[in-house]
């Protein structure tokens, strides 16, 4: 299903019937059939079409907002764990802080201060975040620098940064590739959030969360105007749960020992 979305993503010029902005007023809510395999909207725009190229913004939100948080969570987390009380206590209670808000209500805060748009929505989203990610790594570096092998690189004259990025960040990537393969979904799932409440992105941009709050207003009249673009969430969200379960039993090594 991720190679699916992917390939998609990459031909949607290609395989997309009509362009996503097409109007066609003569074909307004019209029925899914031949012509239109999933029905048009209320401007007479192609669902299908607007669902392939739909999924070139999932992605693109997916791995904007998993590399923001990825990125910071990853370095206040390392730092943290391995500055010792001061520093690292500091930095720990200001995640604390905001780790007590939802993710959704610290990315409409977000949305709300930036002003909205697409961009500022994956920023607020991958912001959001953070604060999981830097928990995750600071208990991973919190147990991995009492191991042998750092304080050898200590007793041999390394350098903070060079034990950190040469040493400690290792051990700390195969987890966080499991813990962002699961929240690329979350990103997913909130970006739609955003742009459904018109803080992400803006018409008449092809997207999945954008196209469900357009077609609200015709849920009784064409219900296949909200029907594809949700099935499009729900299917894209699933999938990268799937994956995420898959890479974490993949990289998880009591699972191989199981295995064998």
């Given at each position: 299903?991720?190679?699916?979305?992917?390939?998609?993503?990459?031909?949607?010029?290609?395989?997309?019937?009509?362009?996503?902005?097409?109007?066609?007023?003569?074909?307004?809510?019209?029925?899914?059939?031949?012509?239109?395999?999933?029905?048009?909207?209320?401007?007479?725009?192609?669902?299908?079409?607007?669902?392939?190229?739909?999924?070139?913004?999932?992605?693109?939100v997916?791995?904007?907002?998993?590399?923001?948080?990825?990125?910071?969570?990853i370095?206040?987390?390392?730092?943290?764990?391995?500055?010792?009380?001061?520093?690292?206590?500091?930095?720990?209670?200001?995640?604390?802080?905001?780790?007590?808000?939802?993710?959704?209500?610290?990315?409409?805060?977000?949305?709300?201060?930036?002003?909205?748009?697409?961009?500022?929505?994956?920023?607020?989203?991958?912001?959001?975040?953070?604060?999981?990610?830097?928990?995750?790594?600071?208990?991973?570096?919190?147990?991995?620098?009492?191991?042998?092998?750092?304080?050898?690189?200590?007793?041999?004259?390394?350098?903070?940064?060079?034990?950190?990025?040469?040493?400690?960040?290792?051990?700390?990537?195969?987890p966080?590739?499991?813990?962002?393969?699961?929240?690329?979904?979350?990103?997913?799932l909130?970006?739609?959030?955003?742009?459904?409440?018109?803080?992400?992105?803006?018409?008449?941009?092809?997207?999945?969360?954008?196209?469900?709050?357009?077609?609200?207003?015709?849920?009784?009249?064409?219900?296949?105007?909200?029907?594809?673009?949700?099935?499009?969430?729900?299917?894209?969200?699933?999938?990268?749960?799937?994956?995420?379960?898959?890479?974490?039993?993949?990289?998880?090594p009591?699972?191989?020992?199981?295995?064998?």
């Amino acid at each position: 299903m991720v190679l699916l979305l992917v390939l998609l993503a990459i031909f949607a010029p290609l395989l997309a019937p009509y362009p996503p902005d097409q109007i066609g007023v003569a074909s307004r809510l019209a029925v899914p059939g031949p012509g239109h395999w999933l029905g048009t909207d209320e401007f007479g725009r192609d669902i299908l079409s607007r669902i392939m190229y739909g999924s070139r913004l999932t992605l693109y939100v997916g791995l904007v907002a998993v590399g923001i948080g990825l990125t910071c969570g990853i370095s206040i987390g390392a730092i943290a764990a391995y500055a010792g009380r001061w520093l690292g206590g500091l930095l720990m209670r200001a995640i604390d802080l905001l780790y007590t808000f939802p993710d959704v209500l610290i990315a409409l805060g977000l949305v709300a201060f930036l002003g909205p748009s697409l961009t500022n929505a994956m920023i607020a989203v991958g912001i959001s975040v953070v604060p999981y990610y830097a928990r995750v790594t600071y208990a991973i570096v919190l147990a991995e620098r009492q191991k042998t092998y750092v304080e050898a690189a200590q007793v041999v004259g390394a350098g903070h940064a060079r034990i950190i990025v040469r040493h400690l960040l290792p051990n700390v990537v195969p987890p966080m590739i499991v813990v962002a393969s699961l929240g690329f979904s979350a990103a997913v799932l909130s970006a739609a959030a955003l742009s459904f409440l018109g803080l992400g992105a803006q018409p008449p941009a092809a997207e999945w969360g954008l196209m469900l709050a357009t077609g609200r207003n015709y849920i009784e009249r064409a219900p296949w105007v909200v029907i594809a673009p949700g099935m499009a969430i729900f299917i894209a969200v699933m999938a990268f749960n799937i994956l995420g379960d898959g890479i974490r039993d993949l990289l998880d090594p009591r699972q191989v020992e199981r295995t064998f």
